[in-house]
């Protein structure tokens, strides 16, 4: 998956639930584009009873105005630096598997609510959504197969059923199919499949997955021969990646501590119960993770080690399944780098302890891994971020981002077929203004050819799969995502750019050059758009991490567009668009930088009227939701309505509690609030205690899911129990808080394809009942 991709992901803990919220092919290396569908018959509209209410739950509703829920309030005060903090919702928090009867009680109650004002009088409308998704997708598809030697792996997608089917063919296309896998079979409420791996002599299917939600996997070993699985080797409590070794052995794979940080590598021999499974690596400082990724060459495995601040990888034989671990560079406070193997040489990106903070492509010996023996493979640029590599035998791929877009970048190997630098190198061309490319995996990639396998997509192409020949010189697209019902020419997207707020401007580390400019990536109908703000908008942010929310294809957003909005990402510091320096700007003490900069976004929208502020939505996700959360405490009428997905909002108090899964190492990311300063900016941004009396705030759609390990379901459930507290739905104009918490899922929603969709519709529906709502009585003032 090129450098660094699976273990990076870990990092990612109140992760990103974006534009297209599947995770079924990023962490697997499989990649594809089928997309997800659902039988028109299909409805899952929450059938939930409400329960006997208390004094304190939801209050009789009249036969057309329902009420919502009351929370029951309950002394607690937390006490920070002294200072007492009241907190009368905390009682919504249980760390146990099994919640608390009183607080199940209380998430039915909202849902019942969210069915009542919502899902049954939308009805109609989310079926008419639904059936606009299913008109745009090829409901029977199948990924672009890959060659491993005698066989062709895919998986496709069936009419009518929830989940992907793998199988194979031997020798030939034209052959009899064989399934390996088809999750349709299992019968679980909720699976996520985490990784799915044939061993190297295609005899044994390694796959693991989760069925609740909490992102806790089970390994399964399945006898392809027989088509048994090996119950003896079956693995519980793992994380979700593992490798093989290349004898068909052993498997590497990662398990999960009390507070859900994969830490600990173990080595499974085959044929063994995991009881006797050897411990290979285990990481103990808890801002560390760990992760296993194999190089393109197959020859190493690599157990990754990083925070996000620091980096280290270890190395073991691939060939051999009782390798010894070395390390390649000790850690070093403040250094990341990351490596993959190409010819007779390392190849390594490092960020020289952040003087190269975009990183820097360097290379060394097998044998001699040391820093000191580091040589430049490119000379540095500020302005490029270099963000994976992918090794071949006779070339390197070299993903970078530049202006806000990622590029492929090819380096040829020289006479004895390593990359040094000393022979050619140039990019790949693409038409668009606006669009992303993206490492297909190294499950797709055969090291010894001169093929290497990429996708692409924009707003408006359809994702593709393409291959790029380096001795042709020549890229052949393999497939492309047939979109039925969709003319690309009936619209138009563009970049606008929005000033940095002047007063916001910060310095990168080490002067890296920052764009004092917010990039935003826009989309309309071209015979809907008027130009006079009077289109509906809808603005979509993320701003944490690093990562970069590209424009990429989803066509679930022109049920938005089709309707007359202006569909918009805000492109923000604390993402990665812009490079390091952007990510940078945008975290610790200088986080309150991506509201201001998703603010200045929607004022830019206004500005060059694309829209209006009382007709437009915003939306963020996870790291996101707090992006809203923290955006409609500063700005309460920046939109019209708000939608903030598993939002994380509840900051100081989930950051103060070290039990709490996945928080000590985000002290890298939001800073340590066990420090003063850093408590008391946090706090100056933390969407739960910022909350505000007396001002009306936009309608609220917030989601949650009960088994969520990264963003709690308490989180969500605290801040809308405050904010119906407090009234901010209440003013002027009819404003409603819509609370959805999934029961019987996590952070990810809905793991079947069919119920994903269905959801999907049903928050595109809350939005444009809401905002008709609106136009129609602003028609009648």
Same mark, same amino acid.
């Given at each position: 998956?090129?450098? @660094?991709?699976?273990?990076?992901?870990?990092?990612?803990?109140?992760? =990103?639930?974006?534009?297209?919220?599947?995770?079924?092919?990023?962490?697997?290396?499989?990649?594809?584009?089928?997309?997800?569908?659902?039988?028109?018959?299909?409805?899952?509209?929450?059938? +939930?009873?409400?329960?006997?209410?208390?004094?304190?739950?939801?209050?009789?509703?009249?036969?057309?105005?329902?009420?919502? $829920?009351?929370?029951?309030?309950?002394?607690?005060?937390?006490?920070?630096?002294?200072?007492?903090?009241?907190?009368?919702?905390?009682?919504?928090?249980?760390?146990?598997?099994?919640?608390?009867?009183?607080?199940?009680?209380?998430?039915?109650?909202?849902?019942?609510?969210?069915?009542? +004002?919502?899902?049954?009088?939308?009805?109609?409308?989310?079926?008419?959504?639904? *059936?606009?998704?299913?008109?745009?997708?090829?409901?029977?598809?199948? #990924?672009?197969?890959?060659?491993?030697?005698?066989?062709?792996?895919?998986?496709?997608?069936?009419?009518?059923?929830?989940?992907? =089917?793998?199988?194979?063919?031997?020798?030939? +296309?034209?052959? $009899?199919?064989?399934?390996?896998?088809?999750?349709?079979?299992? #019968?679980?409420?909720?699976?996520?499949?985490?990784?799915?791996?044939?061993?190297?002599?295609?005899?044994?299917?390694?796959?693991?997955? #989760?069925?609740?939600?909490?992102?806790?996997?089970?390994?399964?070993?399945?006898?392809?021969?027989?088509?048994?699985?090996?119950?003896?080797?079956?693995?519980?409590?793992?994380?979700?990646?593992?490798?093989?070794?290349?004898?068909?052995?052993?498997?590497?794979?990662?398990?999960?501590?009390?507070?859900?940080?994969?830490?600990?590598?173990?080595?499974?021999?085959?044929?063994?119960?995991?009881?006797?499974?050897?411990?290979?690596?285990?990481?103990?400082?808890?801002?560390?993770?760990?992760?296993?990724?194999?190089?393109?060459?197959?020859?190493?495995?690599?157990?990754?080690?990083?925070? @996000?601040?620091?980096?280290?990888?270890?190395?073991?034989?691939?060939?051999?399944?009782?390798?010894?671990?070395?390390?390649?560079?000790?850690?070093?406070?403040?250094?990341?780098?990351?490596?993959?193997?190409?010819? *007779?040489?390392?190849?390594?990106?490092? *960020?020289?302890?952040?003087?190269?903070?975009?990183?820097?492509?360097?290379?060394?010996?097998?044998?001699?891994?040391?820093?000191?023996?580091?040589?430049?493979?490119?000379?540095?640029?500020?302005?490029?971020?270099?963000?994976?590599?992918?090794?071949?035998?006779?070339?390197?791929?070299?993903?970078?981002?530049?202006?806000?877009?990622?590029?492929?970048? =090819?380096?040829?190997?020289?006479?004895?077929?390593?990359?040094?630098?000393?022979?050619?190198?140039?990019?790949?061309?693409?038409?668009?203004?606006?669009?992303?490319?993206?490492?297909?995996?190294?499950?797709?990639?055969?090291?010894?050819?001169?093929?290497?396998?990429?996708?692409?997509? @924009?707003?408006?192409? @359809? $994702?593709?799969?393409?291959?790029?020949?380096?001795?042709?010189?020549?890229?052949?697209?393999?497939?492309?995502?047939?979109? $039925?019902?969709?003319?690309?020419?009936?619209?138009?997207?563009?970049?606008?750019?929005?000033?940095?707020?002047?007063?916001?401007?910060?310095?990168?580390?080490?002067?890296?050059?920052?764009?004092?400019?917010?990039?935003?990536?826009?989309?309309?109908?071209?015979?809907?758009?008027?130009? *006079?703000?009077?289109?509906?908008?809808?603005?979509?942010?993320?701003?944490?991490?690093?990562?970069?929310?590209?424009?990429?294809?989803?066509?679930?957003?022109?049920? /938005?567009?089709?309707?007359?909005?202006?569909?918009?990402?805000?492109?923000?510091?604390?993402?990665?668009?812009?490079?390091?320096?952007?990510?940078?700007?945008?975290?610790?003490?200088?986080?309150?930088?991506?509201?201001?900069?998703?603010?200045?976004?929607?004022?830019?929208?206004?500005?060059?009227?694309?829209?209006?502020?009382?007709?437009?939505?915003?939306?963020?996700?996870?790291?996101?939701?707090?992006?809203?959360?923290?955006?409609?405490?500063?700005?309460?009428?920046?939109?019209?309505?708000?939608?903030?997905?598993?939002?994380?909002?509840?900051?100081?108090?989930?950051?103060?509690?070290?039990?709490?899964?996945?928080?000590?190492?985000?002290?890298?990311?939001?800073?340590?609030?066990?420090?003063?300063?850093?408590?008391?900016?946090?706090?100056?941004?933390?969407?739960?205690?910022?909350?505000?009396?007396?001002?009306?705030?936009?309608?609220?759609?917030?989601?949650?899911?009960?088994?969520?390990?990264?963003?709690?379901?308490?989180?969500?459930?605290?801040?809308?129990?405050?904010?119906?507290?407090?009234?901010?739905?209440?003013?002027?104009?009819?404003?409603?808080?819509?609370?959805?918490?999934?029961?019987?899922?996590?952070?990810?929603?809905?793991?079947?394809?069919?119920?994903?969709?269905?959801?999907?519709?049903?928050?595109?529906? /809350?939005?444009?009942?809401?905002?008709?709502?609106?136009?129609?009585?602003?028609?009648? +003032?």
């Amino acid at each position: 998956m090129g450098f @660094s991709s699976i273990w990076f992901m870990l990092l990612i803990t109140r992760s =990103i639930l974006a534009l297209n919220p599947s995770k079924t092919c990023t962490r697997t290396g499989i990649a594809a584009f089928t997309t997800f569908v659902l039988p028109q018959s299909t409805s899952i509209i929450p059938s +939930l009873t409400c329960p006997a209410i208390a004094s304190k739950g939801m209050a009789t509703a009249t036969a057309t105005v329902p009420v919502p $829920p009351v929370a029951k309030k309950v002394p607690y005060k937390h006490k920070y630096f002294g200072v007492e903090y009241d907190d009368p919702y905390h009682w919504l928090k249980d760390m146990n598997k099994e919640k608390r009867s009183d607080i199940i009680d209380y998430l039915n109650e909202e849902n019942a609510y969210a069915k009542t +004002l919502h899902l049954e009088p939308n009805a109609k409308l989310i079926d008419t959504i639904y *059936d606009e998704f299913i008109s745009r997708i090829q409901e029977d598809d199948s #990924d672009v197969p890959v060659y491993k030697e005698p066989f062709y792996y895919y998986k496709r997608t069936e009419k009518g059923k929830q989940y992907s =089917i793998y199988a194979r063919k031997k020798g030939s +296309l034209d052959a $009899p199919e064989e399934i390996l896998l088809n999750q349709n079979d299992f #019968d679980h409420e909720f699976q996520s499949l985490g990784f799915y791996r044939v061993s190297p002599d295609h005899s044994i299917l390694a796959y693991s997955l #989760d069925t609740t939600g909490d992102e806790i996997f089970t390994i399964y070993f399945k006898d392809l021969k027989t088509g048994q699985l090996f119950e003896s080797d079956t693995i519980k409590g793992a994380s979700e990646e593992a490798e093989w070794t290349n004898d068909n052995k052993a498997i590497y794979y990662s398990v999960l501590d009390e507070i859900h940080r994969p830490y600990k590598i173990f080595r499974h021999q085959l044929g063994t119960p995991s009881e006797k499974d050897e411990l290979i690596y285990e990481e103990k400082d808890l801002k560390f993770m760990v992760g296993l990724e194999k190089s393109n060459s197959q020859k190493f495995i690599f157990v990754s080690v990083g925070s @996000s601040l620091t980096r280290e990888t270890h190395i073991l034989d691939a060939d051999d399944s009782k390798a010894k671990l070395r390390v390649f560079q000790p850690r070093q406070f403040r250094h990341k780098y990351s490596i993959d193997h190409q010819g *007779d040489n390392f190849l390594i990106l490092t *960020d020289g302890g952040g003087k190269y903070l975009n990183f820097k492509l360097c290379s060394c010996p097998l044998d001699k891994t040391d820093a000191s023996n580091w040589v430049d493979v490119l000379p540095y640029d500020p302005l490029r971020h270099l963000t994976g590599v992918q090794p071949f035998k006779g070339f390197v791929a070299l993903y970078e981002r530049s202006d806000a877009l990622k590029r492929i970048r =090819i380096l040829e190997a020289n006479a004895k077929g390593n990359v040094d630098g000393s022979a050619s190198s140039y990019y790949l061309d693409f038409d668009e203004e606006l669009f992303t490319v993206g490492d297909a995996g190294t499950s797709k990639q055969n090291y010894d050819s001169n093929i290497v396998r990429f996708t692409y997509t @924009s707003i408006l192409t @359809s $994702p593709q799969v393409l291959e790029y020949d380096v001795k042709q010189k020549e890229k052949k697209l393999l497939k492309q995502l047939e979109v $039925p019902n969709f003319d690309p020419s009936l619209y138009a997207m563009k970049r606008i750019y929005a000033p940095i707020p002047p007063e916001t401007a910060a310095n990168a580390p080490f002067d890296t050059p920052t764009p004092d400019r917010i990039p935003i990536s826009i989309v309309y109908k071209k015979d809907l758009f008027k130009g *006079d703000g009077t289109n509906p908008g809808y603005l979509y942010g993320y701003g944490s991490y690093g990562i970069s929310i590209d424009p990429s294809f989803n066509s679930k957003l022109f049920s /938005f567009v089709d309707r007359g909005y202006v569909y918009a990402i805000a492109h923000i510091r604390g993402g990665g668009e812009n490079g390091r320096a952007w990510y940078e700007t945008g975290k610790f003490k200088h986080k309150r930088n991506t509201f201001t900069d998703f603010i200045a976004a929607a004022d830019e929208l206004v500005k060059q009227k694309f829209t209006r502020h009382d007709i437009m939505a915003i939306e963020g996700r996870s790291a996101g939701g707090l992006l809203i959360g923290a955006t409609v405490n500063f700005r309460p009428d920046v939109a019209a309505i708000a939608v903030a997905g598993v939002p994380f909002v509840d900051v100081i108090n989930t950051m103060m509690d070290e039990k709490i899964p996945l928080t000590v190492n985000e002290y890298e990311e939001w800073g340590n609030p066990n420090e003063k300063d850093f408590f008391d900016y946090m706090l100056s941004y933390s969407p739960y205690e910022n909350l505000k009396s007396g001002v009306q705030y936009p309608d609220m759609l917030v989601k949650a899911g009960l088994n969520d390990p990264r963003v709690q379901y308490w989180e969500p459930s605290k801040w809308v129990a405050k904010m119906r507290d407090l009234g901010v739905d209440k003013g002027k104009e009819d404003r409603v808080i819509v609370y959805d918490c999934k029961m019987g899922s996590g952070h990810f929603g809905h793991s079947g394809r069919y119920a994903y969709l269905k959801e999907v519709a049903a928050d595109y529906a /809350f939005v444009i009942n809401r905002l008709e709502k609106r136009i129609k009585a602003q028609s009648r +003032l």
